[in-house]
């Protein structure tokens, strides 16, 4: 079984920093893409940002300038650090990672983690 476990979010107020990580625990050959995604009040699930395993990244317009994703390969673990936080930014924050569970199978599986709360105060 694999699991995904987020921490990092909390209350910050408009301008400040917080760093989100998520890391990857159970059985599993290799973790291709991870990423972050968010969902606020109301709204569907976006993308936030993505990294591959090889350290490519991708950010959505409303985050680029302020979110860096990076990743530890070594932990299974992804970080999404976020400056310049703004209030529009609150949302539930997801991981999601994109892992090979089995060396003898070319299948690729999709997980998320249970979300972490971000707010940002104006």
């Known amino acids: 079984q694999v699991q995904l476990v987020e921490s990092g979010g909390g209350l910050v107020q408009a301008g400040g920093s917080l760093r989100l990580s998520c890391a990857a625990s159970g059985s599993f050959f290799s973790i291709n893409a991870m990423g972050w995604y968010r969902q606020a009040p109301g709204e569907q699930r976006e993308l936030v940002a993505h990294?591959?395993?090889?350290?490519?990244?991708n950010y959505a317009d409303a985050v680029k300038g302020r979110f860096t994703i990076s990743r530890d390969n070594a932990k299974n673990t992804v970080f999404l650090r976020m400056d310049s936080l703004k209030p529009e930014d609150t949302a539930v924050y997801f991981c999601?990672?994109?892992?090979?569970?089995?060396?003898?199978?070319?299948?690729?599986?999709?997980?998320w983690g249970q979300g972490t709360q971000v707010t940002v105060s104006s």
């Open positions: 990294i591959t395993s090889g350290g490519s990244t």
């Open positions: 999601h990672a994109v892992i090979r569970k089995v060396l003898w199978r070319p299948d690729l599986d999709h997980y």
